[in-house]
């Protein structure tokens, strides 16, 4: 499979892609810097890996950039199959947002990716590719919205709906997940620096339930490859934690609802850790 991942340079993208390649997927990473970009695809091996600059608020950029991937792609005998929607940036909350950061966030976070799964929607269509579009959102969707990241990930969980009834009939499996607090760069950035670093981990830890990156990462592609899941032709949010996982599902099968559960719960047995509810 060939996966193209928005924000893979760095945090949950660049776990994510290191799990599929590790699992033998070929991916794409885009970023906004060509240096970042550069040390994550040595970081990742370079061989199963293509890197490209793509800033998520410039749409007008999208469609000549896709192409040029395609090109690429192609003299491999791949078709890219996979869409993760995973870049994104934070600000501060109410009362100290400034315009500027709002629309920031929202152009990066919502507006960028509405066009870019436009986009690589009508690109599944038209070859009659049965792929997934995977969204990443944050716990932060079911909370309420006092700043513009919460806003954006309350917009990705109405897109992620909306693209999974439009897309469902040329069988493409639209799915979001909601990961909480991760150890990831964006975070070490709201709080006291690099979330990599032990001390500050133990620090929030205290507080609260932190995943681990790799770990989720692991169990993400788990989700995504899994045949069974695309049965399943609605919104699923998973809450990744390390002693329990938590399942939230809308849609209209019942037994598919089910199936998904019983995945969970099979994984959670064999590590014997947590518990499932649905």
Do not use: H
């Not at 890197?51 to 192609?74: A, H």
């Not at 995973?86 to 709002?102: L, R, W």
């Not at 006092?146 to 969980?157: C, E, V």
């Not at 809308?250 to 649905?278: H, P, V, W």
């Amino acid at each position: 499979r060939c996966a193209l991942i928005t924000g893979g340079a760095s945090g949950i993208g660049f776990s994510i892609a290191d799990a599929f390649i590790k699992s033998g997927a070929f991916v794409i990473i885009t970023g906004r810097n060509q240096k970042r970009i550069d040390e994550a695809v040595s970081s990742l091996g370079g061989q199963r890996v293509l890197g490209i600059v793509l800033d998520n608020t410039k749409v007008n950029e999208f469609e000549p950039t896709f192409r040029e991937v395609l090109s690429q792609i192609e003299k491999l005998g791949a078709n890219i199959d996979i869409l993760v929607n995973n870049a994104g940036v934070n600000c501060g909350g109410m009362p100290n947002v400034i315009e500027e950061e709002y629309d920031k966030v929202m152009d990066t976070n919502l507006k960028g990716v509405f066009f870019f799964s436009q986009m690589f929607g009508k690109y599944l269509v038209e070859r009659k590719i049965k792929g997934n579009i995977l969204n990443i959102a944050s716990a932060s969707s079911l909370r309420p919205a006092d700043s513009a990241y919460t806003l954006s990930k309350w917009g990705i969980r109405a897109l992620t709906l909306g693209l999974a009834k439009s897309l469902a009939p040329n069988g493409i499996t639209v799915n979001g997940i909601a990961p909480g607090p991760t150890a990831t760069p964006m975070m070490g950035k709201n709080g006291d620096g690099n979330m990599e670093d032990i001390d500050i981990r133990k620090k929030y830890f205290s507080q609260i339930m932190i995943n681990d990156i790799k770990e989720f990462s692991e169990q993400f592609f788990k989700f995504v490859i899994n045949e069974k899941i695309k049965l399943i032709d609605n919104k699923i949010k998973l809450n990744f934690l390390k002693i329990f996982v938590e399942v939230i599902i809308i849609q209209r099968e019942y037994q598919t609802g089910i199936i998904l559960l019983q995945l969970i719960k099979e994984e959670l047995n064999n590590k014997k850790i947590g518990r499932a509810s649905c």
